[in-house]
């Protein structure tokens, strides 16, 4: 029996290609695993009316952890225009199945390593070794959105936010409300896990992504665990930077920072910016990690102009099936993919197109085994 059952999530476009990639490598590579596939993605969203349907969540559950590759995902209305002909009268709503994961699963803990490696001609800069903690569950993110808003939800509002007041004439199919909720529990455990990484991992630094000074509440309860966490790490250093002074700072002195840690939305903008800093799309890669359960990831979509072409980089799900390694405590597998990725990307031989390559998918794959190897 291997020793590893792992959920194998293709989804759509390329990620299926990706996925194919990745297997090469962690089969060259010898990980000790079965893999388990899943159905995900737009298929199953078009032919079942559910793009992650209750088998594959339940086959999950069998499993201790997964690998994703990407999904295809359409506005409401083209939604429902692309479902087979007895499902359109259903009244069905598509859902993003990888947010229903992250809720499902309780991955709370969105861990994006942006690490430049060496002589990759996409690099901003050579010493750039950033990792980001993104909230999962909660923030502007948690879907609590009011529109039309009653006059008795604005009443109600008013008692506790006076400001409110500013809003009473406008008529209720004229405003909309987005809510931004941080609970002390989900404030606490990302920050904790921002330390413990940087504790484990011998980083100088942590640093706070807030705008207390504005959102006053929420940012302030971020601000005040922070604080709180900090001091259990006397040895790391640590600050809170405001999120837009940060989008400057990451783009000029990038060096500078070590871990950051966010609520949702920020984390999800700043962790963007600094993937581009070290390669962008083709290489940025997450682990959406719970205290049970963790679901590893590239970034990109499912890429659909260059859906069958095995043209795009595969690099970034290597790096995610390295971080599937680590989790697993397989740390000379997880070493071994990074050092072939490393020595592929630095010879520049077996590249794809947006390293100006001309490799297929698999041949990098293939070149990344064989240099893992050296
Ligand atoms: P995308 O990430 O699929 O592709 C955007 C562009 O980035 C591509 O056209 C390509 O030029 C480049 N790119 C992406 N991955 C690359 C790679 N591995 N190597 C080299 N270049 C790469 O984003 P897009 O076009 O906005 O979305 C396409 C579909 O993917 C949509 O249906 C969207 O909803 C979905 N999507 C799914 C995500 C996921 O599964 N996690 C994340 C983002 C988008
Ligand atoms: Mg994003």
Not at 88 to 115: A, G, H, M, W
Not at 166 to 188: L, Q, V, Y
Not at 286 to 298: H, L
Request: aromatic content about 8%; glycine content about 8%.
């Amino acid at each position: 029996m291997a020793k590893y059952r792992i959920a194998w999530l293709p989804g759509d476009g390329v990620g299926k290609e990706v996925m194919e990639a990745a297997r090469i490598v962690l089969d060259g590579l010898k990980l000790n695993a079965e893999y388990i596939h899943g159905d995900i993605g737009w298929e199953f969203w078009c032919k079942e009316g559910d793009p992650l349907p209750k088998r594959t969540t339940d086959m999950m559950k069998t499993t201790q952890c997964a690998l994703f590759g990407a999904i295809t995902s359409k506005p409401q209305k083209e939604a429902k225009e692309e479902l087979i002909g007895e499902l359109k009268t259903k009244n069905l709503t598509y859902f993003s199945p990888i947010v229903r994961l992250r809720q499902e699963f309780d991955l709370y803990c969105n861990e994006r390593p942006n690490i430049a490696i060496p002589g990759n001609p996409l690099n901003l800069k050579e010493n750039i070794n950033i990792t980001v903690f993104r909230e999962n569950t909660e923030g502007s993110y948690a879907g609590v959105e009011f529109g039309p808003v009653t006059d008795d939800l604005k009443k109600a509002m008013v008692k506790d936010a006076p400001k409110m007041k500013m809003f009473m004439d406008t008529p209720a199919d004229d405003i909309a409300i987005s809510t931004r909720i941080i609970t002390r529990k989900g404030a606490e455990r990302i920050i904790r896990s921002a330390f413990e990484h940087a504790d484990k991992f011998k980083r100088k630094s942590v640093t706070l992504v807030e705008k207390p000074n504005v959102l006053r509440k929420t940012g302030g309860l971020m601000t005040e665990v922070f604080e709180k966490v900090a001091k259990e790490y006397p040895h790391i250093d640590s600050w809170f930077d405001n999120v837009d002074a940060m989008a400057m700072w990451l783009v000029k002195s990038p060096e500078k920072y070590e871990v950051l840690v966010c609520e949702n939305l920020f984390g999800d903008i700043i962790s963007d910016l600094a993937g581009q800093l070290v390669g962008g799309l083709g290489f940025a890669h997450s682990g959406n990690i719970g205290k049970e359960y963790a679901v590893f990831e590239p970034v990109h979509g499912s890429a659909p102009k260059y859906e069958g072409m095995y043209k795009v980089n595969p690099m970034a799900t290597f790096l995610a099936a390295k971080m599937m390694c680590t989790y697993l405590g397989e740390h000379e597998i997880a070493a071994k993919i990074q050092k072939g990725v490393e020595i592929t990307v630095k010879e520049g031989k077996v590249v794809t197109y947006d390293l100006g390559g001309k490799a297929k998918t698999l041949e990098v794959a293939h070149e990344v085994v064989k240099n893992a190897m050296k």
